[in-house]
């Protein structure tokens, strides 16, 4: 498959667009997209398979753990358990935002996604584009950094590009 570039409006992304990337990511495929810190190369966190996908494209190891990417803290829930109550303001004050929380993870996330641990690494990006997808996916997205492993990380969607040109990833 092709990648497909799609140019969506930073503060106000096009519905139509978002719901397309949300259904790649419902389909096991991988879209990358802006976090308000660098690109993010998603998949379904709860998609093992997809998962593995990511590791494949960026030439990085399965066991160097995914962060997965929630948009809101009623999510959390989906991922973690035994969350400790001393987070919880520390959550409210700091999400949406790159505060990543390491947590004992859910039983329903699969390991590919934690590189087998019995954690896991998530966050709540504040940025429009990533929460739209997240909302639209309908699921937790496993998402590092969309650069191949060696590489900077992507702050641009121009560096995506230059390192996906081989149609390692499917939409952006």
Same mark, same amino acid.
């Given at each position: ?96 935002? =790159?505060?990543? %929380?390491? +947590?004992? @993870? &859910?039983? $329903?996330? !699969? ?16 940025? =429009?584009?990533? %929460?739209? +997808?997240? @909302? &639209?996916? $309908?699921? !937790? ?32």
């Amino acid at each position: 498959m092709m990648l497909r570039i799609r140019k969506v409006d930073p503060l106000y992304p096009d519905e139509a667009i978002i719901k397309e990337a949300g259904n790649y990511i419902r389909l096991g495929r991988l879209v990358a997209f802006p976090t308000e810190t660098v690109y993010g190369l998603g998949a379904d966190a709860f998609n093992g398979e997809a998962c593995l996908r990511i590791f494949k494209a960026k030439g990085r190891p399965p066991d160097n753990p995914l962060i997965v990417h929630i948009a809101d803290l009623k999510d959390l829930s989906k991922v973690a358990i035994d969350i400790p109550e001393v987070v919880l303001p520390v959550i409210r004050k700091a999400w949406p935002g =790159p505060l990543t %929380l390491i +947590l004992s @993870k &859910s039983p $329903n996330v !699969p390991k590919e996604v934690t590189g087998n641990r019995n954690t896991i690494a998530v966050r709540s990006p504040a940025h =429009p584009v990533a %929460l739209a +997808l997240i @909302k &639209s996916s $309908n699921t !937790p997205i496993a998402a590092p950094s969309a650069n191949k492993s060696g590489r900077p990380s992507p702050t641009l969607a121009d560096h995506v590009v230059e390192d996906y040109v081989n149609d390692d990833i499917d939409m952006m």
